[in-house]
Every structure is written in C-alpha cells, then in structure tokens.
C-alpha cells in the first residue's frame, strides 16, 4: 500500500522540482508555461527514469499538481468544475479527423465527368438557342438543364453532409467510455480516501487519481503509485504482445490507449488528450478511412453493371438520332439547300438526351440507399440501446444464425440478492437476522466482505439511490451487509491501509483473495466458486465453534451448493484463515496460492439469486421463429445454468448442456458432432467461448457473441458480430466488439438482428423499385428514337426522375422500419443474390406494363386525347402527358416496392413510417407544379381534368396489377 509520508530525501528533491518546474503556481491558479508543459509530458519517457526522479516521484507530482494521492483533486474557488486544469493542461479529447462542410461537398459532385459533360452541352444549347433559334425563348433549355444539375448536386450535397454528420456522431459516442477516479469528497471535514467516482474519460483532468482494474484501458499518461498483481498489455503501443508487470518502483509509467489484463492499481496523470502518448500518435494519422460494407460492395458492382447497360442504351439512342440527323442533312443537301448553323442545334440536343439517359441510367442511389438505411437505422437502434461501432454488423446481424449469449445480465437482470444460504453451519432458506451468530465469526464475516471486495455504492441522482458500482456479485454481499445495519464502510476506511496483498478474481482462478496483518500473523479472506472454495477448506464455523469437515458433512455442503443451483441461484463460498508470521515469514514475496490459499476455514455459502429478465423468455422464442440458435455460454455451473437456460426457453427436451472442462478435452472432430445439438456450455472458459466460435463459422453459421469481459475479447473479434456489454463490459470488451449492447438486455440483441434484416430487405426495396424505373426510362428513349416519334422525356425532365428515383425514393425507402414479420422468415444465406426470383418476376412485369402505357399513348394517345402529333404544341401536349402517366406510375409502384416477398397486403405499416408518406405526397405536389406551371422550362403544359384523371387511373392501376402479378409463381430466396 502506498505510503503517504513523503522521506525527507524526497521532500528536499520536491523543493528543487517545485522551483524549476513553475514559479507562478499557485493553490488557486495555474500558471504553465510552454515548457514547463513540456517537461510535465515528458515524464512518461520510461528511456529517461531521471525526470520523474528529480520531480519527486509520484507524491512530488501531487504536490506541484495540488492533487492528494489518497483524496484526489483538491477543491478550491475556481477549480471545482475543474475548468482551470483543462484551460492549463489540455483536455483528454484528440483532435477530430477533418469533416468537410456542406459547400465544399457540393463542390465535389462537380467532378462527376458525366455532369461535366452535361453543363458544358446546355451551355452549348443555351448559346446556340439565344444566337440561332430565338434570342426570347431559346435560353429556356438550356437554362433549364443547368437548374436541374444544379438541384440534383445540391440535393446530393445535403446527402453526403448527412452522412458525414453522422460518422461524426458516431465516432463521438463510440468514444466516450467510463473510468474510474478518486476525488475529494464534497464534506470539508473529513479524513481517509477520496469519493470514488466513475466519470467519462472525457472529463478526466491532469492531476486526476484513476483507479485501474482487469479489463481497464488506461484513458491517459500517468505514473503509477499503487498496484496489487497489475499486469497491462502494451501491444497496441510497442507491438509486443505480452503482458508487462506494473509496479511502483520497477515499471511506473502508464501509457495511454494500453489495457489492464489482471490487477488492480492508481495512478496520477500527467498528460491528457493530445498531449499524451496515444495523442501524438493520433495526430499523426488524422485521415479518416471508411471502409465499405458488403453490402455496399455488392451493390457499387451492380451500379457498374447497370451504368454500363446505361451507357451502352445512351450510345445506341444518340447513334440513332444522329444517323437520323444526317439522312436528313443528306437530303436537304441533295435536294439544293444550303447547310445552316441551325441544324446543329439537333446534334447537340441529341447528345444532351444521349448524356441525360447515362446520368439516368448510373444508379447513383443504390450505395446512397445504403448509406441512408445505415445511418436512419443506427440513428434508431442507438434508441433501442445498441451502440453500432462498424457499419457492416448491421448488415451481418440480420444474417445471424447463431447466439453464443452470456447468462447473467445479458439472459437476467443482473439485479443480484443474496436470498438464502448456508451461515454459520446452518441452511437458511431465506436471509436470516445477524444478530443470532456469535459476535466473533460475524466480524469477520463482515470484514472478508468488506475488504475483499471492490465493489462500492455510488448515489445515483437520477434514480435517486444508491446503485451499485464494480462486481454485482459482491454488491449483493454488500447489500446484505447493508441489510444487517454492518458498517462496512467504515470497516473499509479504517482497515484497508492493513491490507498486505490481494488477489485479484479471474476467470482462470473463479476466486478472490485479500490478506490483511492482524495481531502478530495475517488474515486471509477467500471467496469465489463453491465448489473449488470447498475443496480447499478444512475447517467450517458451527454455530460458536470450529469443527473439522468430515467427508459426511463435505457431501451435505455439496447437496446444499446442489440445491441452491437448482433452483437457478448462483452460489458463492467465503472462507478466510489465520497464518502465523513466524510460520510464513516469506509468502508475500512467493506465490501465495500455493502457501495460502489451503487450509482453509469456511465461513457461508451464499445463494444470489440474478432472476431471469421479463422480456427474455419471449426474445428467445422469437430468435428460434427467425432461425437463430441461441446458446448460453456462462461461468456458472452446470446446475444453475440449465434451470436459468429452461427458464429462458434456451435449454430444450433433448438438447446438449455440457462443462467447459469435457468440451475442451473433446477432438475437434467430436466437437463438431455435438455443437449441434449443443444449447448450454456451462463452466466454461473465455477460451472455450472462443473454440465453440471458431467451430461455428467452420459450420458455416453466421455467429453472434455476446461478452463483457477483457478475457472475452478474442471471441468477440472472432465472431462474425461482437456485441459487448455496455453496463458490465469493460473498455477492452467494448473495443473488440461490433455492437454495444447499451442495456445488456438480450431483447435488444434480437431487435438488433430485426434492424439488421430491415436494412437489407430496404436495399432490395428500392433496387426493385429503381431497377424498374431504369428498364422503362431507358426502352422508352431507346424505342421511341428508333421508332420516329420523338422522345417523350426531355432532358429537365428525365433529371427530375432521376432526383425521384435515386434520392427521394432511397431516402422513403430505406428508412422503413422494421416489424416482428422480419422474425418469422430464416437468415438469408451468404451468397444469396440481391434479386431474387420474386423481385425479377415484379420488376419485369410492371416494367411491360409501364412500357405498353407509354408506347401506346406515343402511338394512339393523338386520336385519344384529340390530338395532332404533327403540330409542334400539341406534340408537347402529348409528350407532357406521357411525361406525367411515367412519374405517376413511378409514384403508385414505389408502395408496391415496400413489399418484396409477395406480402398479400402492401399497406401494412406505412403509416409507420411518416417519411415515406411525406416524400411520396411531396412528389405527388411537386409534380403537378411542375406540369401546371413549370411552362417551356420543363417543357410542359397545362393538363385539364380528364387528361390527369387518366394519367392518375394508369398510374393507380400499378397496384391492382401488382397483386396480379404476385399470384404468378415465383422462386423466393432459398432458405
């Protein structure tokens, strides 16, 4: 334990420091200069020991930073928000990777060369309409094309500004982690150690006292002052991978961005944010990487595909109507006319279509879809606590076809309790009063808990209670403590500073051990798993005596343990010893296990009861209608977990429970004969976890792990989605996994797996509805060149299909959410298609039918409207009208894309979803501006009331015939 008492070699050292160090400090105000900075920074440089040497060590540095080791920050007038030793210090935040602002994204889709292409053509059409056709009118195309490219990048802007906004809160909240420091407590009297608090390393200031323990990552520089057993790997810093001892005198400097593999320890910080070690090196790579998902991939190959078909159509219309433009030329040659610079004027607006169709045709909209989905869909699971840390888990969850899931917290509610027990030689079914044991065994009863724990109350403000911080297992020890009116705290601040040596609690070890001086020897606390506590105690407590364990009264314990575990309580065994000095001078300097952990004296055997949580039973059951397995992969023993698992519907008649212990002595080729059938894995390891996951994807299953602990972060990483625990994970847990599971609440995974199947059915939602506009847009310009007609879809008007399709449509269609149907159907496989069989059948039926309406009115829509396509103006009457049936057919099919697995009723839910409603009404409102207005800019006129009721009827009819077309046979995806 750390000693207070500064030597006077030290003090003397600490003067000199004190002066070279700053000479404007005062207790009210930091005054540091640049290189007094540098040199406070410089302390951790474990290649040069002299500088914290001649500071004064640890309790040096508390003293120029006005900390106390033991209380933490000092409290004065200006520093009680701590805003003075952040303005000074710097704070523990790194500089943001650049974001571009909105203008200069708009900027950048100016470097689209199709785009290029397209102003530099209508700037072409303007000059030739205003100096050959007519210097009144002849500005209108031009001009028009121009004001679409204009909205068309503009609206793509504000898209790429919405994604970059939020990867800019995601980094934020994927970043902001808890830690825990020491700070002085609000009472002006008071003596002992400082309050205990867990903050946001965020707020962690230079001077702070942070409280390390297993599974900790380091949140800045410092230099260690306490540690028991502390072990940190610094990989991620040297490349190294081992685990260095940390102590005081050998190796006391912490590095930031390392993490705590076993121990526990304080240290002082030194250097926050950038200017600590891992700062410098996130300022060296500012650059922000984005990976695409694979989803994305797949669909940015299918974009190129359909680009090039686009493409190709483009070339092919423009080669026609120019083969056209010069039959005609020839003619007029031949026939003695003289050539004018009018005539080009077809040439060019040839290759203004021709341009149109390609920046129809390329799918732009297909990786903004998935961007858009994405990013609604992590806005909405962050409400449905989960954190998404990768974009591609989204997609991978919904694919999941297996759960490895933790049990307490994550299955139940990791509200523990003791509620019943065996104290004292006696079995208790419920907690009984303390005052009947005798006063001796209870006092130290009440001191092993006390001080062989880590766990501590915090008063929650919000909730106004107490909440327990640290280990729930020991909470509720201390909550029975509490329960007895025992003064455990104070037992703690009087008594720790006896404390020679704790053991920290493992994985490895399932047990805990503090050894406290008491008299002339030690007493050694013992708690952890029944029944390897039992197999080390001799001795147990009867009442006021101590009888010896006799193999009877081992076998009555074990039936105890037995009993308490069958009805679904976690057990826990505390036993303690007392060791002469004279007898183990030498142990602490040993491998006390060995020495000290046997002969031991058994005090209790408590059940904990962690009930399963409401909503468990009902998610589980909900997996297995989707086709997901879930498994639980738990510590506690075999009896306790296979009740929970019952109860939560995991373990079933005739499934596999089985110990860590046979399944990791197993072959590997019987234990791919059993994973099957495998429901409960009991007892087991972090590294069984992770072989059970490692044979799961050989299986070729899409793996799920659910973890909390440092020691579970190689499953996490392995599986195909890491989902950590955000209230009892540790920092190295989160920081392996994909999803942070906020709640630790197993519902949350499976609407975690509903958001991740949502995000791949709205993909194909608007792929089906895009692709369908593509085929039409483009036979329609293709058929009506070849045929002489004329095209129908001019080029303004060709850019606003392409702002419904790809923007507005990817923005209703991929922000559907997700409903309780998405569970009644299987994963989809890994290399299942994007278009299925039904998705081709809807796209090619409605496509024939969208084409049919269109020709038909290009042919017969003259003599059924009353119109002469010969005459110049009602030739665009006709070409409007077609223009409208086109958009509003586009209109009515986009609720026919909402479903894609031949759902009977297309209007489930759309009222759901509001965005969807209001794009599809603003379209519908845009439109009619655009004909009854929009003039010779869209090159559009005036409907009357007959020619928009059929124009609306036509469109309409898309969804009857949509129900038509469904009950045509068609394959599905294969499951």
Known sequence: MWNQKITEEHRKKLLLAKNAFSKHMTKIKFEVSPEELSSLHELNDKTNPEKLEKMGGAEGLAEILQTDLQMGTRKTEKERKYRDRKKHFGVNRFKEPEFKGFWPLFKDTFDDPTLKILIVSAIVSLVLGVTVEDPKTGWIEGTAILMAVLIVSFVTAINDYQKEKQFRELNKVKDNITCTVVREKQEEEFEGEGEKLAISI??????????????????????????????ANESVMTGEIKEINKTPEEDCWMISGTEITQGEGKFIVTSVGKHSQWGKIMEKAKSKEEVNTPLQDKLEKMADQIGKLGLWSAVLTVAVLLAKWGFRLYTKLNEGEEFVFHDLVEVVDAVIVGITIVVVAVPEGLPLAVTISLAYSMKKMMEDNNLVRKLESCETMGNATCICSDKTGTLTKNEMTVVAGYFFGEKYEEVPECEQFDEKYLDIFVRSIALNSKAYFHFDEEKQKDVVMGSKTEGALLLMLKQWKQPFNKIREEQENLIAKSIPFSSKRKRMTTIINHKDGYLVFCKGASEIILDKCVMHVNGENLDSLDEERINKLKNVIEGMASNGLRTLCLAYRYVDKNNFDNFLEEDPEKEIETQLTLLSIVGIKDPVRDAVPQAVEDSKSAGVTVRMVTGDNIVTAKHI?????????????????????????????????????????????????????????????????????????????????????????????????????????????????????????????????????????????????????????????????????????????????????????????????????????????????????????????????????????????????????????????????????????????????????????????????GGSFFSTTHLNTFEWGVSTFLGLLSIPLGFVFRLIPAKGDPQ
């Open 645 to 933: 698992a019952k109860e939560c519907g995991i373990y079933t008649e005739g499934g596999l429970v089985m110990e860590g212990f046979d399944f990791r002595h197993m072959t590997n080729e019987e234990r791919l004969k059993i994973i099957p059938n495998l429901q409960v894995l009991a007892r087991s390891s972090p590294k069984d976890k992770l072989t059970l996951v490692k044979h799961l994807k050989e299986m070729g299953e899409v793996v799920g792990v659910t973890g909390d602990g440092t020691n579970d972060a190689p499953a996490l990483k392995e599986a195909n989605v890491g989902l950590s625990m955000g209230i009892a994970g540790t920092d190295v847990a989160k920081e392996a996994s994909d999803i942070v599971i906020l709640d630790d609440n197993f519902k949350s995974i499976v609407i975690a797996i509903m958001w991740g199947r949502s995000v791949y059915d709205n993909i194909r939602k608007f792929l089906q509805f895009q692709l369908t506009v593509n085929v039409v847009a483009l036979s329609t310009s293709f058929l009506a060149a070849v045929s002489g007609v004329g095209l129908p879809l001019k080029a303004v008007q060709l850019l606003w299909v392409n702002l419904i399709m790809d923007t507005l449509a990817a923005l209703a269609l991929g922000t559907e959410p997700p409903t309780k149907d998405l569970l009644k159907r299987r994963p989809y496989k890994k290399d299942a298609s994007l278009l299925n069989g039904i998705m081709k059948r809807n796209i090619g039926a409605q496509s024939v039918y969208q084409l049919l309406v269109l020709l038909g009115i290009l042919k017969f829509g003259g003599a059924f409207f009353g119109l002469d396509p010969l005459v110049a103006e009602e030739k665009l009457h006709l070409d409007c009208i077609v223009f409208n049936t086109f958009v509003l057919m586009q209109v009515f099919n986009e609720i026919n894309c909402r479903k894609i697995n031949d759902e009977a009723n297309i209007f489930k839910g759309i009222f759901n979803n509001m965005i969807f409603i209001g794009i599809w009404v603003g379209i519908i409102i845009i439109q009619a501006i655009v004909i009854e207005f």
């Open 202 to 231: 965020h707020d962690i200031v230079t001077g702070d006292i942070v409280v390390l323990e297993t599974g900790s990552k380091v949140p800045a520089d410092g230099i260690l002052f306490y540690a028991s057993e502390l072990k």
